[in-house]
């Protein structure tokens, strides 16, 4: 199947520094990828849509220019969350499809634990 | 915008019991997807519905699409400690591909 990664699986950092994750599909050309966060127990929440070669697009509430999403490419997209709080901290996970007109299934990475101190 | 509220939230079987979780949408799905996440691990896809009373089988797991194409429902048969886990329902409306992720039914499973 599909394989996604994610990188770094762990990441600690201080308050009002940034963090870049990467998301890459390894053996597939990903159209469209995907940034969620999940907090403990709880369901995933869509932060935002990224198209290789366009702005990213996101979700209500999410802010742009604190959370910045770069898909360069067919199999990478970053995310970048910027001047980092205490409240960032979370899981996110980025999953990246192919959206062919049958399938719409998404693959997720293993997700990124942030710990923001 | 679109809601999908997933039931029960919670459930403990006895290993060899059933289990089904629901799925209800507040609208109209082109396509219903379910996931697996395993405690501590991400989710993983299992399959999608998009045909109106769909019914697809995965050895012990039957999924289901409504006629009306707003529920489904996952049904695992004879449960083993191996099915433990979060289960996902996550809907797609007609017009965009994003998914709406219901809030999961944790499985869990006493030996």
Known sequence: GAVVSQHPSRVICKSGTSVKIECRSLDFQATTMFWYRQFPKKSLMLMATSNEGSKATYEQGVEKDKFLINHASLTLSTLTVTSAHPEDSSFYICSASQLTYESYEQYFGPGTRLTVT | ?111
């Open chain 2, 1 to 111: 915008g679109q809601q999908v509220m997933q039931i029960p939230q919670y459930q403990h079987v006895q290993e060899g019991e059933d289990f089904t979780t629901y799925c209800n949408s507040s609208t109209t799905l082109s396509n219903i997807q379910w996931y697996k996440q395993r405690p501590g691990g991400h989710p993983v896809f299992l399959i999608q519905l998009v045909k109106s009373g769909e019914v697809k089988k995965q050895k012990r797991l039957t999924f289901q699409f409504g006629e009306a194409k707003k529920n489904s429902s996952l049904h695992i048969t004879a449960t083993q400690t191996t099915d433990v886990g979060t289960y996902f329902c996550a809907g797609s409306g007609r017009s965009n591909y994003k998914l709406t992720f219901g809030k999961g039914t944790l499985l869990t499973v006493n030996p």
